[in-house]
């Protein structure tokens, strides 16, 4: 059990301005794994003075990227020194299964704060371009004090995506992980704190909806990095355009897998099947559609049933376990509604549909597929986020790809076939940030990431990433002038 009483603000951990609290909710035990103070508005503005002050006096945005760098490697060699004790920590605050979570949910983030330590040594901050009329300094300024918003799924992934380039930049943060995940944050504070941040560049403040709104709207918050629901982001990006704050939205998905008719099932399917169900199906990227030629339906169907029946489900801090709870009674609620509404539309379950046998606690839901499902009914073009998957036949390429495209997401998605020059042109109709061919990796750290359509704004990862967090400024110079490195 791990209780936090302060608030990391400024440097210091602080006694909070309220006296509510956040219990985080063991999913698998339903018993409490950890408690943290809730933020008011009150800690939302001290916060916010607090990176506003570290901005505009302090010594981080006048750092070199390369020094900045240096604080973040820190921090990743920490996490790396700690991945079991930090998987289980998150594990225990949301349910990923352990070994998918000390990979996806710690690896990750301490090989993104690499790659962005990396890139801070690469990335042409100053830039002398010849112009049309004279010489002109092009500097990539940090944007500001930031206001970073994170979801409970990976909720250490994607601080890392945040921070991890928001620090090089040179900006100040202020952090406000989910209510459900306010336990790996608060290590994080911990870890940034050990490494020497100075005091002010971040600042973490657990707080739930209403509070996070008033972040987003506070006058010292130059830019607003999201991750979350598509319903959250279409509010957060209407503020941010009322008062002309950068924003960038990472949101929901609803990813087609495309299997087109000559493919090796046996190859396909362990890479996309894993993909599908990532992270019990609480996952933006998961492959949740799968389009499978007509002529082979009854096939595609009879090997994921076989592999999905074969899927482990229990308590995720064992390391075979391949599918744990979900993170919360209405997150069960609402994966069950989803089922419900499938069988109503007319689609038939081919596997699961209920709660697993012999679990008696936790809120748990059978791996479940859908067949006979139409590319309109609910359960195909809604983000369900839990373990269930419809199965939809095609015609062909082009039918699936407009089938994949039918969808007001697009985010992910990916493509199985034996041929890589047809499977490439799949990937190329298909409007989604990313998309994978004959793979198993969504995201690679090193290149841009993020949603078209009701998916997003604005990409994270590579240098895109990066550029989120920084403003240009042009200073013409008098010729011959070459300023100081
Ligand atoms: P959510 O939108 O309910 O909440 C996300 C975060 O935003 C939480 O910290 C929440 O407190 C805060 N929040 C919610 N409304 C807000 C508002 N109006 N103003 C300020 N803050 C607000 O989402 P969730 O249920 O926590 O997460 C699941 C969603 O996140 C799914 O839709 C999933 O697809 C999406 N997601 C997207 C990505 C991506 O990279 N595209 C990654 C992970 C999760």
Same mark, same amino acid.
């Given at each position: 059990m791990k209780t936090y009483d302060r608030l990391f603000i400024g440097g210091d951990w602080v006694v909070p301005a309220g006296t509510s609290r956040f219990d985080v909710i063991n999913p698998t035990t339903e018993e409490v794994a950890g408690s943290v103070p809730e933020a008011t508005e009150a800690d939302?503005?001290?916060?916010?003075?607090?990176?506003? #002050?570290?901005?505009?006096?302090g010594p981080w945005p006048r750092m070199s990227p390369v020094e900045r760098a240096a604080v973040?490697?820190?921090?990743? #060699?920490?996490? #790396?020194?700690?991945? #079991?004790g930090i998987a289980e920590l998150i594990t225990s605050e949301m349910g990923s299964p352990v070994a998918w979570a000390s990979l996806a949910q710690v690896f990750a983030p301490s090989m993104i704060f690499d790659y962005?330590?990396?890139?801070?040594?690469?990335? &042409?901050?100053?830039?002398?371009?010849?112009g049309l009329m004279g010489p002109v300094l092009v500097r990539n300024e940090p944007v500001g004090v930031v206001a970073a918003i994170t979801p409970w799924n990976v909720p250490l992934f994607i601080a890392a995506a945040k921070l991890g380039p928001a620090l090089v930049a040179g900006c100040?943060?202020?952090?406000k992980p989910a209510p459900e995940t306010p336990l790996d944050a608060c290590k994080l504070a911990?870890?940034?704190?050990?490494?020497?941040? &100075?005091?002010?560049?971040?600042?973490v403040v657990p707080a739930g909806r209403e509070v996070g709104e008033y972040l987003v709207r506070h006058p010292g918050v130059d830019k607003v990095s999201f991750t979350g629901s598509t319903v959250a982001g279409r509010k957060i990006g209407a503020a941010c355009g009322e008062n002309l704050k950068r924003f960038s939205l990472e949101l929901g998905g609803k990813s087609a897998a495309v299997l087109l008719d000559d493919v090796v099932l046996a190859d396909a399917l362990p890479m996309l099947l894993p993909n599908a169900l990532m992270n019990n199906g609480e996952a933006c990227i998961a492959q949740t559609r799968i389009l499978a030629p007509r002529d082979r339906y009854q096939e595609v169907v009879d090997a994921i049933v076989e592999q999905v029946s074969a899927m482990k489900v229990g308590d995720p801090l064992d390391p075979t376990v391949e599918v744990g709870p979900l993170v919360a009674e209405r997150q069960r609620e609402r994966v069950e509604s989803y089922i419900r509404i499938g069988q109503e539309e007319g689609a038939k379950i081919a596997v699961g549909g209920g709660r697993p046998a012999g679990i008696d606690k936790g809120?748990?839901?059978e791996p479940t597929v859908f067949v006979d499902v139409d590319n309109s009914m609910r359960i195909a073009q809604e983000e369900i986020f839990g373990p269930v998957l419809v199965v939809i036949p095609h015609d062909g390429d082009a039918e699936a790809i407009a089938i994949a495209n039918d969808?007001?997401?697009?985010?992910? +998605?990916?493509?199985?076939t034996a041929d890589l020059d047809r499977g490439l042109k799949v990937a190329q109709g298909v409007r989604t940030g990313t998309f994978m061919l004959n793979s198993a990796i969504p995201i690679d750290f090193a290149t841009p990431f993020g949603?078209?359509?009701?998916? +997003?704004?604005?990409?994270?990862?590579?240098?895109?990433?990066?550029?989120?967090?920084?403003?240009?400024?042009?200073?013409?110079l008098p010729a011959g002038y070459t300023p100081p490195t």
């Amino acid at each position: 059990m791990k209780t936090y009483d302060r608030l990391f603000i400024g440097g210091d951990w602080v006694v909070p301005a309220g006296t509510s609290r956040f219990d985080v909710i063991n999913p698998t035990t339903e018993e409490v794994a950890g408690s943290v103070p809730e933020a008011t508005e009150a800690d939302i503005d001290r916060a916010v003075a607090a990176a506003r #002050q570290a901005f505009d006096e302090g010594p981080w945005p006048r750092m070199s990227p390369v020094e900045r760098a240096a604080v973040i490697s820190k921090v990743s #060699q920490a996490i #790396q020194a700690d991945m #079991q004790g930090i998987a289980e920590l998150i594990t225990s605050e949301m349910g990923s299964p352990v070994a998918w979570a000390s990979l996806a949910q710690v690896f990750a983030p301490s090989m993104i704060f690499d790659y962005y330590a990396g890139l801070a040594a690469d990335y &042409p901050f100053d830039e002398i371009r010849p112009g049309l009329m004279g010489p002109v300094l092009v500097r990539n300024e940090p944007v500001g004090v930031v206001a970073a918003i994170t979801p409970w799924n990976v909720p250490l992934f994607i601080a890392a995506a945040k921070l991890g380039p928001a620090l090089v930049a040179g900006c100040t943060v202020v952090f406000k992980p989910a209510p459900e995940t306010p336990l790996d944050a608060c290590k994080l504070a911990e870890l940034f704190e050990e490494a020497g941040l &100075p005091k002010g560049v971040l600042n973490v403040v657990p707080a739930g909806r209403e509070v996070g709104e008033y972040l987003v709207r506070h006058p010292g918050v130059d830019k607003v990095s999201f991750t979350g629901s598509t319903v959250a982001g279409r509010k957060i990006g209407a503020a941010c355009g009322e008062n002309l704050k950068r924003f960038s939205l990472e949101l929901g998905g609803k990813s087609a897998a495309v299997l087109l008719d000559d493919v090796v099932l046996a190859d396909a399917l362990p890479m996309l099947l894993p993909n599908a169900l990532m992270n019990n199906g609480e996952a933006c990227i998961a492959q949740t559609r799968i389009l499978a030629p007509r002529d082979r339906y009854q096939e595609v169907v009879d090997a994921i049933v076989e592999q999905v029946s074969a899927m482990k489900v229990g308590d995720p801090l064992d390391p075979t376990v391949e599918v744990g709870p979900l993170v919360a009674e209405r997150q069960r609620e609402r994966v069950e509604s989803y089922i419900r509404i499938g069988q109503e539309e007319g689609a038939k379950i081919a596997v699961g549909g209920g709660r697993p046998a012999g679990i008696d606690k936790g809120w748990f839901v059978e791996p479940t597929v859908f067949v006979d499902v139409d590319n309109s009914m609910r359960i195909a073009q809604e983000e369900i986020f839990g373990p269930v998957l419809v199965v939809i036949p095609h015609d062909g390429d082009a039918e699936a790809i407009a089938i994949a495209n039918d969808s007001a997401y697009g985010l992910c +998605g990916s493509v199985y076939t034996a041929d890589l020059d047809r499977g490439l042109k799949v990937a190329q109709g298909v409007r989604t940030g990313t998309f994978m061919l004959n793979s198993a990796i969504p995201i690679d750290f090193a290149t841009p990431f993020g949603g078209f359509k009701d998916s +997003g704004i604005g990409r994270e990862f590579g240098r895109e990433g990066l550029e989120l967090f920084l403003e240009q400024k042009s200073i013409t110079l008098p010729a011959g002038y070459t300023p100081p490195t």
